[in-house]
T-cell receptor, first 110, second 112 residues
Framework: GQQLNQSPQSMFIQEGEDVSMNCTSS?????WLWYKQDPGEGPVLLIA?????ELTSNGRLTAQFGITRKDSFLNISASIPSDVGIYFC??????????FGSGTKLNVKP | DSGVTQTPKHLITATGQRVTLRCSPR?????VYWYQQSLDQGLQFLIQ???????AKGNILERFSAQQFPDLHSELNLSSLELGDSALYFC???????????FGPGTRLTVL
């Protein structure tokens, strides 16, 4: 079943606005990953988080590993048109399990 | 460039046919994963291999099969193709099953 709940499902924002999205679970995980997928392309790893409370940045992107280890957040500051795409959270949950969220589709209006 | 390669990039075929998709993992990665993504859908996990052995199966149809070879490349075989099999097929690799995955560019399969 669905292990990771990602929200919002989609967002329509104006260029220059900040964006927040999150991923929650009822289970505890040791790693949180954020991927971005451009239309027709493979997902690209943006940020990897390995420790509860960890805050990591990659340019205008900042992600946090929730202190309860059951959630993670991704923020994008000053959005630009090339931020358009689908953002997935993901986590390896054991030797043979890897969960993906259902994705947040981001649309940015110039 | 993730270091994961997939061929072909595009594939157009007819119903009832059989196709083979190929994936080469990043250098040093032992795990390979296959995913299917239909239009505007999320990633559906199909199957996972680790060092040549099947490790996990997801929603993979019986008409689909895969293998990982001694040189660690992997092939996904799709047979008796149906219109609904049209999708993007992604391969991903990781050092081990508990590490972050890196995705290839995908193969777009169109079944007419």
């Amino acid at each position: 079943g669905q292990q990771l709940n990602q929200s919002p499902q989609s967002m329509f924002i104006q260029e220059g606005e900040d964006v927040s999205m999150n991923c929650t679970s009822s289970s505890i995980f040791n790693t949180w990953l954020w991927y971005k997928q451009d239309p027709g392309e493979g997902p690209v790893l943006l940020i990897a988080l390995y420790k509860a409370g960890e805050l990591t940045s990659n340019g205008r992107l900042t992600a946090q590993f929730g202190i309860t280890r059951k959630d993670s957040f991704l923020n994008i500051s000053a959005s630009i048109p090339s931020d358009v795409g689908i953002y997935f959270c993901a986590t390896p949950a054991g030797f043979n399990k890897f969960y993906f969220g259902s994705g947040t589709k981001l649309n940015v209006k110039p | 460039d993730s270091g994961v390669t997939q061929t072909p990039k595009h594939l157009i075929t007819a119903t009832g046919q059989r196709v083979t998709l190929r994936c080469s993992p990043r250098s040093g990665d032992l795990s390979v994963y296959w995913y299917q993504q239909s239009l505007d859908q999320g990633l559906q996990f199909l199957i996972q291999y680790y060092n040549g052995e099947e490790r996990a199966k997801g929603n993979i149809l019986e008409r689909f099969s895969a293998q990982q070879f001694p040189d660690l490349h992997s092939e996904l075989n799709l047979s008796s193709l149906e219109l609904g099999d049209s999708a993007l097929y992604f391969c991903a690799s990781s050092v081990s099953p508990n590490n972050e995955q890196f995705f290839g560019p995908g193969t777009r399969l169109t079944v007419l």
